[in-house]
């Protein structure tokens, strides 16, 4: 399913209702195994937004947490803003994502989420949501998947790495979440920035163009401005030496 479709797919579904049960993301974002009646539960209580403009704020750092944003098409960046002013990329989330989970303990968003291009998304109330699945031990169950993988994004885990082995695991780790999603593994468009990149592999912009550059060279990748396509997977993932995506 192309981001497109994802947009058209969701712009049918009209009324100010979600249609859980139709959705296409539904196994990536809370899941298709729960009752019935939780998935008309679900439609009642998510909102959808339509197509947003680029720069859209989900929810802003230090605002009070009410609910979790599951992305439907585009792409969404998590940023904090210290206290020089620098912003401080943290994750990209894409269509079947869902942003927010870190500011359930503390009752404060600790990010902003700010669209990258054209999106689109779901507002969940966590206090319905959470109501629902008190009484549903499969969405009780996906919620707490879910957790669980936030938190381990959330882990700084670059350490000491090279540039090289950085942007190598990052390029493996989007084309394992597109096959996810039904897109190619080895061909994409990347929805971020290069400074967006070496912002959240804590490098230089310079220095992931130059990463690039020469992973072109050596026959890895094939890449035209932000259009990447993976000639080389087993040799990209020798460079990452096993980092984490």
Request: charged share 20%; aromatic share 6%; with cysteine.
């Amino acid at each position: 399913m192309t981001t497109q479709s994802a947009v058209l797919q969701y712009s049918r579904a009209g009324n100010g209702h979600s249609r859980c049960a139709q959705c296409q993301l539904g196994p990536l974002c809370l899941g298709a195994e729960g009752a019935r009646a939780t998935l008309v539960a679900l439609e009642s209580v998510v909102r959808p937004s339509g197509v947003v403009a680029p720069g859209t704020l989900l929810h802003a750092e230090g605002e009070r947490f009410s609910s979790l944003y599951a992305v439907r098409s585009g792409c969404v960046k998590t940023v904090t803003i210290g206290r020089e002013g620098r912003e401080r990329v943290l994750g990209f989330h894409l269509p079947g994502d869902i942003v927010g989970f870190d500011a359930i303990d503390g009752g404060l968003y600790r990010s902003n989420a700010v669209t990258l291009g054209s999106a689109s998304y779901c507002s969940v109330p966590f206090q319905a949501l959470s109501q629902l699945a008190e009484h549903d031990p499969a969405l009780q169950g996906r919620l707490l998947a879910l957790m669980s993988r936030s938190l381990a994004l959330a882990v700084d885990r670059v350490g000491d790495a090279s540039a090289d082995q950085r942007v190598a695991a990052f390029l493996i780790g989007l084309s394992a979440r597109f096959s996810g999603r039904g897109y190619s593994p080895v061909h994409f468009v990347l929805a971020m920035p290069r400074r967006d990149i070496a912002n959240f592999l804590r490098l230089a912009t310079e220095t992931v163009s130059r990463v690039l550059t020469r992973f072109q060279q050596d026959g890895l990748i094939r890449a035209v401005r932000r259009e990447v396509m993976l000639l080389d997977v087993p040799r990209l993932e020798q460079v990452a030496g096993g980092l984490p995506p």
